[in-house]
């Protein structure tokens, strides 16, 4: 059993920053690439940014330059440095990571959400 338990989200205003937290747990043998989504309210949900084993990172076109993921292989736990944040930023952001577990199976796990709001 892998679970993925994400913190930090929160309510801000424009400009300011906030960092979310992801944190994998449970028969995990190997976690491959992490990320963050988001789905705003009516939306399809979008990739945020990626962080593969090699710690190569991806960002959406809309968020480079003001985020920052990263991740700690020790603690298995993906972060999200979120900066000069605006309205548009508001969303469910979700983590994802694709993890091989004890049984070697390989999948795709998701965090439970959490709400990002921010205000003009």
């Known amino acids: 059993q892998v679970q993925l338990v994400e913190s930090g989200g929160g309510l801000v205003q424009a400009g300011g920053s906030l960092r979310l937290s992801c944190a994998a747990s449970g028969s995990i043998f190997t976690i491959n690439s992490m990320a963050w989504y988001r789905q705003a309210p009516g939306k399809q949900r979008e990739l945020v940014a990626r962080?593969?084993?090699?710690?190569?990172?991806r960002y959406a076109d809309s968020v480079k330059g003001r985020f920052t993921i990263s991740r700690d292989n020790a603690k298995n736990t993906v972060y999200l440095q979120m900066d000069s944040l605006k309205p548009e930023d508001t969303a469910v952001y979700y983590c994802?990571?694709?993890?091989?577990?004890?049984?070697?199976?390989?999948?795709?796990?998701w965090g439970q959400g959490a709400q990002v709001t921010v205000s003009a």
């Open positions: 994802n990571a694709n993890i091989r577990s004890s049984s070697l199976f390989t999948r795709d796990y």
């Open positions: 962080v593969n084993s090699g710690s190569d990172t």
